[in-house]
């Protein structure tokens, strides 16, 4: 039972002090003058829980200070405090629950302290304990919300079954019931991720893929045997190809060896042909040219006289053409000179004006100048001769040059004379001799024998013909052919290794993917029974049709009966006994009298009122285990007419009547203040919205 109620700035009340005692107290006043507020403090105060949304709405408007709320409870003899406050942001600032006394004897402690669920500290946790139910029963337990009595009193059997689920918290298995969907959905999803994507569901296309596995492990197995046939097959041949290649490798290398020396033999023969070919080459280049030039050095000495005559003769026609140059020179002087002295027109001599019959030659310029003539035709002459002299004279000079390097040439070789040359000529002779009796170039070697010219060729000679013998039996197609194919088996053992390789991986898969699938299919069988249990658990449990539901619900209903049936008792209505009972879609509610059932339709608005609120009491004394004295009856009246408005006043009155109520605190919230006159009520507190805030009388 609440005892006394402090709110300050908390939602529209500045400061309000509430004493409650038993029996019925009114909170009366229009709407928004802070009626409800008082439910919401209830409820904060005891589990920081409110229907406002968002903590900052439950502190005053313009308050400065922190929101508090305060409230003293009593229970089964013990006397409690619980406060909260908040912060003007809305934070929760402070929380604490106390036992002030027990058994009448004073106690003051500390209970619980804040919200540090981590640290084991909870106020809301300790309140629940300490009443036995948490906020949401509290709710349904302690307080009629707005429209519950007119749902009860109008309600189908179907809907009321629906409200007393939604009451009861019965719905909340639908949730469960949901929620167990998913989780089984989870389950099959983790499961698909353990297995590869099987689950319970699909055990058959899990046996294919294993059926399909084992065929697949079979033909591997098969082709793995097939190729290791073959695999030994062909080592078998490679051994015999190795042996034959062995066998025929040192043949291989003398017939190597052999063409070796033949080269060898070849080559040292032609170039022993070539060798004296080039000699006689040479001797006869020296026989030709000794010849000539013995003819050559012959004019030595009648070239070196006419060279000389040449040289002097070159002498005297430059000295005759340098004074040809002289004399032309002195003539020009002297016709320039004459040129000056000539006669005036008078036939005067121009210095000294004297009469002049003839001009000397000296000074004739005609005379001159057929002298500088003649000068210049004689010097022109004499160039002319000195150009053929010059000729002359390096024709003389290249033929000089020609008798010295035949005379080098002759010196070179030793030459001094014409019995020299025969020498030379008798040694071509033999040469070309020797050259006869050399065979022509060679490409090859048939008889090394017939190629034997020397001592150094016979030795090769000898080799090529003993080292043939040694590889007569060697035969390079066999040879090639064993080569060819040991790189054919090669290939062919390298490809079914690769094959072999590739099914041994085949099969290696094939045996992990039946593990794999073995293994799954006893996940499988082991999940399918775990689902099944928990479709099972579904079905009876969480299904609100199930065992389990059914089994609440009839525990409820009868709880709700025998209460309801004591309050239709105390209301004095003429129904001694309410009995709900679950049908398939639907919950009946029967009454009973003093002659047995009672037509639910034949009751009045008022005992329809009645039966209502002893259902509704029934179900707050469920909710509550016993331990909650109050119920909170918020506008009971809405959606009620007037009949059954004055009928729920009236029930009421009556039944809390000398303080024999069915609890021991009623607070009633309504705005409908006038049905209250003449009925028999404890308190009324009257609201009304001030400047400050809500302000609220007791009357």
């Known amino acids: 039972m609440i005892k006394d109620l402090e709110l300050k700035d908390f939602i529209s009340h500045k400061e309000t002090r509430m004493e409650f005692g038993r029996g019925i107290t009114i909170f009366v006043g229009h709407n928004g003058a802070g009626k409800s507020s008082v439910i919401d403090a209830i409820t904060y105060s005891l589990f920081g829980e409110h229907m406002r949304k968002a903590n900052k709405n439950l502190v005053r408007r313009g308050a400065s200070g922190q929101a508090v709320v305060r409230m003293r409870f009593t229970l089964n003899g013990r006397e409690f405090q619980v406060a909260r406050s908040l912060t003007t942001a809305g934070s929760a600032a402070f929380s604490q629950l106390e036992l002030v006394s027990d058994a009448g004897k004073q106690v003051n402690k500390k209970l619980a302290g ?46 009321f079954k629906e409200l007393i689920n939604g009451l009861i918290g019965i719905d909340r298995l639908d949730l469960a019931f949901s929620t167990m969907k998913d989780v089984i959905a989870g389950f099959r999803d983790r499961l698909r991720d353990e297995t590869g994507g099987y689950t319970d569901l699909e055990m058959s296309r899990l046996q294919e893929q294993l059926a399909k596995s084992e065929k697949e492990l079979a033909d591997a197995e ?8 073959e695999k030994a097959r062909l080592e078998g041949r ?21 063409q070796a020396k033949e080269k060898q033999l070849i080559k040292y023969v032609n170039e022993k042909r070539d060798q004296v070919a080039g000699e006689a080459a040479r001797l006869e280049r020296v026989v030709r040219e000794a010849k000539s030039a013995l003819a050559t050095i012959a004019g030595k000495e009648e070239n070196c006289i006419r060279l000389s005559m040449v040289k002097d003769e070159l002498e005297e026609v430059q000295r005759q053409i340098e004074k040809s140059e002289s004399d032309a020179g002195k003539m020009r002087g002297l016709l320039e000179c004459a040129g000056r002295l000539q006669l005036t027109g008078d036939g005067r001599c121009p210095v000294c004006n004297s009469q002049v019959s003839r001009i000397n030659d000296m000074f004739d310029t005609a005379h001159i100048q057929a002298e500088v003539n ?46 020299d040359v025969s020498r030379i000529e008798v040694d071509l002779a033999l040469r070309r001799e020797a050259l006869s009796g050399l065979p022509k170039e060679i490409i090859r070697v048939d008889d090394p024998h017939a190629l034997a010219i020397d001592d150094a060729s016979r030795a090769l000679a000898e080799d090529v013909a003993s080292i043939r013998e040694k590889a007569r039996s060697f035969s390079p197609a066999q040879y090639t052919a064993a080569k060819d194919e040991r790189w054919k088996v090669m290939q062919k053992l390298q490809d079914a290794s690769a094959r072999m390789g590739s099914y041994r991986k085949a099969a290696e898969d ?22 099944g249990m928990l479709e099972r658990i579904r079905s009876l449990v969480y299904n609100r049709d199930g065992a389990v539901g059914m089994s609440l619900r009839s525990w409820a209903l009868g709880t709700i009966s025998k209460k309801a049936s004591e309050y239709a008792t105390l209301f004095n209505i003429g129904i001694s006994r309410i009995e709900l009972a679950e049908k398939a879609r ?11 059932e009672v037509d639910m339709d034949s009751l009045s608005g008022g005992e329809k009122v009645a039966v209502a609120l002893a259902l509704r009491l029934g179900i707050a004394y469920m909710m509550g285990a016993s331990k909650l004295d109050f119920v909170i009856l918020d506008e009971p009246t809405t959606h009620l007419d007037e009949e059954r408005r004055k009928a729920l006043v009236r029930i009421i009155s009556e039944a809390f009547r000398e303080g024999a109520g069915p609890l021991a605190q009623m607070i009633i ?12 009520v404890d308190a009324v507190f009257r609201f009304s919205m001030t400047a400050d805030g809500s302000r609220v009388v007791r009357e």
């Open 238 to 258: 490679l051994r015999q190809l190795e042996s034959e290649i062995e066998r025929l490798e040192p043949l291989r290398e003398k017939a190597a060896e052999a």
């Open 374 to 419: 003649r000068i210049a035709s004689a010097r022109s002459s004499l160039q002319v001769e000195r150009v053929n002299l010059k000729k002359e004279e390096q024709k003389l000079a290249e033929e000089g040059k020609k008798i010295a390097s035949a005379e080098a040439f002759l010196s070179g070789n030793s030459i001094a004379s014409q019995e």
């Open 222 to 229: 098969r082709l793995v045997g097939e190729y290791e046939e």
């Open 114 to 159: 804040g919200e540090r669920k981590q640290y084991g500290e909870s106020t809301s946790a300790e309140v629940a304990k300490v009443l036995g139910l948490d906020y949401k029963k509290l709710r349904v337990a302690a307080v009629v919300q707005q429209g519950e009595l007119a749902r009860i009193v109008e309600a189908q059997p179907k809907e």
């Open 510 to 531: 094939a045996k992990n993917v039946i593990d794999f699938c073995r293994t799954a299919a006893k996940k499988l069988e082991a999940a399918a029974g775990f689902v």
């Open 586 to 596: 639907e919950i009946a509610i029967t009454c009973y009298g003093r002659n047995g």
């Open 669 to 680: 919230i309504t705005h409908d203040a006038d049905i209250f006159e003449d009925s028999e």
